[in-house]
């Protein structure tokens, strides 16, 4: 099971671009990269997923090294609503989701 | 409606009650999960089921038991509770059809074990 590491914590201002990395040395062949987002006492919110290289959708971008032993979450232009804690998962066949502590950002005015 | 809903949405209990955590979902997913969330902490998976004859242990089962009821539905319980079982507890959903890593989370269930 590949083990996550995330920055605890990250501050940024309105207006910023964000890039939270996330390592995971160990990651196998069939494993696939997923990011959440979660608010004070709600459930995770799915951000977005990817294999290798870059995946966009409309809220971030996910890029992945050619060795895909790390991944980065980009969040464009950031605004208050986007303080959350964001987790990094790696999934095997979809099987578990395991959250780690995740990364808690802090978006100040 | 939500289309993964938890009941209760808040329980205070006392040490040694059972109490049990239910979780229905509309969404037609086979595959349902249970976590908690400790203050300040992640998600840590307790338990998880593919289809209704399989059940599995997750990160941290001990001290708890589930049912899986029917495809829509499944249940948690706490057989003699405790107080580090305070905590946040979700129940989540996922879909089999597709090669996604997208759960579907409830509302949350605050379990307070005094």
């Known amino acids: 099971l590949a083990k996550t590491t995330q920055p605890i914590s990250m501050d940024s201002y309105e207006g910023q671009e964000v890039n939270i990395t996330c390592s995971h040395n160990?990651?196998?062949?069939?494993?696939?990269i997923t990011w959440y987002q979660q608010f004070p006492s709600q459930g995770p919110r799915f951000i977005i997923q990817g294999y290798k290289t870059k995946v966009t959708n409309e809220v971030a971008s996910l890029f992945i090294p050619a060795d895909r032993k790390s991944s980065t979450l980009s969040l464009p232009r950031v605004s208050l609503s986007d303080t959350a804690v964001y987790y990094c998962l790696v999934l095997y066949n979809f099987n578990k989701f395991y959250f780690g502590s995740g990364t808690k950002l802090n978006v100040k005015p | 409606d939500a289309d993964v809903t938890q009941t209760p949405r808040n329980r205070i209990t006392k040490t040694g009650k059972r109490i049990m955590l239910e979780c229905s979902q509309t969404k037609g997913h086979d595959r349902m999960y249970w976590y908690r969330q400790d203050p300040g902490l992640g998600l840590r998976l307790i338990y998880y089921s593919f289809d209704v004859k399989d059940i599995n242990k997750g990160e941290i089962s001990d001290g708890y038991s589930v049912s899986r009821q029917a495809q829509a539905k499944f249940s948690l319980s706490l057989e003699s509770a405790i107080p580090n079982q305070t905590a946040l507890y979700f129940c989540?959903?996922?879909?089999?059809?597709?090669?996604?890593?997208?759960?579907?989370f409830g509302e949350g269930s605050r379990l307070t074990v005094l």
């Open positions: 160990n990651i196998a062949t069939n494993d696939y």
């Open positions: 989540a959903t996922s879909d089999t059809t597709g090669r996604t890593g997208e759960l579907f």
